[in-house]
């Protein structure tokens, strides 16, 4: 058992976690007919309920599932797993009904219901079971209420709400300015542009997966794995002084790691060009500048010349660079946390003179 917690520890590192969790995507997207078996979504749903039954016999591990705080992102894995598979399966129903000939099955009219009492009736059951649990939860699990704040006992780690921990996340890896404002304004301002940017009517009022690949794809990749794939990791793995802990390890908060961040700077005139840093900062962040212009301005053009060429002639080009520069903003959050992961690539553009940092 000891060999199975340090293995599952081992694999949680950041990297793997990732890095597996983008894995799992590739194969939900490749075999999504399999995915869309009963067999599958049962058998993920009983796998997990067995690993925290199981894992919380390890005191660590109980520890922090059953702090009051994390118990909602125990309930938030299961409804994702539950619902990520629902609608793939849907989906992939009515794909089979539409290659058929058959219209989707939202269109069937054969099993439609009332308003009244149909619906009404179900919608009371549903309220009076998620107040018969709110009840039961508010007795028998405490609420997270803390002592007041204190300037000189600072909690350690100290977490933003969950729904917050992704921001949190971000803000390990990029500035302020760009973690608090900019980033989270393209985000704000790329899902009002959706209905703008992508105009096909393909897939609405039903589920599809054929239909909209590109689309349902690129929305997994940012909500499951970026966004509740950092409120996993802020939730569960982040301990004492924001470490990365295994989830069957003891927090140890005497537990510190050496500050190994390097810039991109450094890394090509330090220890590429072996000589010290140019005083103009112009000069030292010169490759930097040049990497940021080419991803932010060349490689659009190049992808829409590649692999993005059939999405410029389905859209228009306004439509089409709007959307691959949303995207790119998105990759750049799997990308500077893989470098610094991997690298540890602090900036790629270190400009400390005028407060910008990339």
Request: charged share 15%; hydrophobic share 55%.
């Amino acid at each position: 058992m000891n060999a199975i917690k340090g293995f599952i520890n081992f694999i949680m590192d950041p990297r793997f976690f990732f890095l597996g969790a983008v894995g799992m995507l590739v194969v939900l997207v490749w075999k999504r007919d399999r995915f869309a078996e009963k067999s599958v979504g049962y058998g993920l749903l009983g796998f997990l309920g067995a690993f925290f039954l199981v894992g919380s016999f390890d005191p660590n591990f109980r520890l922090i599932i059953t702090k009051p705080d994390n118990v909602p992102i125990v309930g938030l894995i299961f409804l994702l797993v539950f619902f990520t598979w629902y609608s793939i399966r849907q989906g992939v129903l009515n794909d089979r009904r539409l290659a058929a000939g058959q219209p989707p099955e939202e269109k069937d009219e054969s099993d439609r219901v009332w308003v009244w009492p149909d619906l009404v009736y179900t919608e009371l059951i549903s309220l009076i079971l998620c107040s018969v649990v709110l009840i039961l939860w508010s007795i028998f699990l405490k609420a997270p209420l803390e002592q007041p704040a204190n300037a000189s006992v600072t909690p350690n780690p100290s977490k933003a709400p969950w729904y917050f921990l992704g921001l949190q996340e971000m803000l390990v890896y990029f500035d302020p300015w760009l973690a608090g404002v900019v980033l989270p304004s393209l985000i704000i301002v790329g899902l009002m542009a959706i209905p703008f940017i992508d105009k096909n009517p393909k897939g609405n009022g039903y589920y599809t997966f054929a239909e909209r690949k590109a689309e349902i794809t690129i929305f997994l990749f940012g909500f499951v794995i970026l966004w509740v794939s950092l409120i996993v990791l802020g939730t569960f793995l982040r301990g004492p002084n924001w470490n990365f802990f295994g989830p069957f390890e003891f927090w140890d908060v005497h537990k510190l790691l050496p500050l190994t961040n390097v810039n991109l700077s450094e890394y090509i005139w330090v220890m590429g060009l072996r000589q010290g840093l140019p005083t103009n900062w112009l000069v030292r962040e010169i490759f930097g500048i040049l990497l940021v212009l080419f991803y932010v301005f060349a490689l659009p053009a190049i992808l829409a010349r590649t692999v993005f060429k059939v999405y410029l002639e389905k859209l228009s080009a306004p439509r089409f660079y709007l959307a691959v520069f949303l995207f790119l903003m998105m990759m750049s959050l799997p990308i500077k946390m893989l470098a610094r992961w991997t690298f540890n690539l602090k900036y790629i553009v270190y400009i400390p003179e005028y407060f910008f940092n990339i």
